[in-house]
């Protein structure tokens, strides 16, 4: 039997918070968004904030002593506050605005792994992660003479920690890892591998970029060191991204970036530099959207994240059950009890990318492609995938959609 979801807020009241929900596509259908993992929608509280920073105190921070500038800087400084506390993170300075998640994963790449990995060193991997959390290790490892290691991936797409201690030695010094695969949705044990690590005295790196938006973060009880994540994910505008790190290790990493506002002293020959955050903040930050991401948390803090997680948990199954009567179907990764709200799949017959361009002809948007995991499908032995991702603002009507377009999809292919 398959069982509706039950949502413990109202979904379609919602709904209205995100004025591109409400729209029609120029081919006249109503749009069924199911990218989110790609980018979310944004409500219309942080659409607001921006326009209200940009019409009412817009000014660069840091650096005005006039009075826009101190609104600016004040609101810039409680965005980062606001970040400090969504991540459970123990100080504010340990808060670094940056453009995103790819640029916060380089951003340890240079100022910390290339300052302290030596050869023979090791990074562990593992081939669900986006190539955002594998390219600058690879980079950094060639750099330094480390080497990269996998842990091996089970049928069902997940970690196989069975035999860790083969992969996670005393040479291990760093395990980058994502704590939920954006083909997959893999939710992986993030605090024993952060425990596991540390035991061998390595540090670990989680890319949370499709986690943070979906369910509640706690650096200090996962014992996190190093964690990344985009704006544009969760809610808010693009270019805006955040590194958490803990403060030692941002005291004695290396400035990656250089420039304004990152230094203490510049002489003719050498400089100091400024004290963390504002260390790896060289230039003018993206405060515009920094400040836009602190009212998206707000959002979602009022909504709550268990909530969303627990109703995103319910669509998800649904989604999972109303596909899988799909014939020809295989959707990849582990039972829904084990992933976020993610639905990539292949079905026998028909290319990704056709099928998604036969989806967006009903006004369905999903992706198609190797979603920047080309390991990963290398190792599924695909080329490609098609994925729908949900989020708090989808329905079960929409996932009927999604059904429906892709039955259609399978008769324009003369499927039996
Ligand atoms: N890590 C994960 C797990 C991701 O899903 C993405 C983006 C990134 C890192 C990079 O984030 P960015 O904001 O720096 O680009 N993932 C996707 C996706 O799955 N489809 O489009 C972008």
Redesign the pocket.
Known sequence: MISAPQPTFDVESVRRDFPILSQYLPNGRPLVYLDT???SQKPRVVIEKLTECLEQYNSNVHRGIHQLGDRMTTELENAREKVQRFLGAKDVNEIVFTS????SLNLVAHGWARKFLKPGDEILVNAME?H??LVPWQLAAKATGAVLKYIPLTGDGRLDLSELDLYLTSRTKLVAV?A????LGTINPIADLARQAHAVGALICV?A??SVPHSPTDVVASNIDFLAF?G??LYAPTGI?VLYARQTLLENMDPFLAGGHMIREVHEQSSTWADPPAKFEAGTCPFVEAVALGTAIDYIETLGLNRIAEYEHQLSTYAHQRLSQVPGIRILGPDVAHKGAILSFVVDGVHPHDLSDLLDREGVAI?AGH??TMPLHDLLNITSSARASLAFYNTTAEVDKLVEALQSARKVFRLK
Do not use: E, F, L
């Open positions: 993992a790609a980018t995103g998640t790819t640029m986006h955002a959390n994502t939920m695969s954006n083909v890319d970029a499709q985009s544009h994910k991204g992706r979603h920047c």
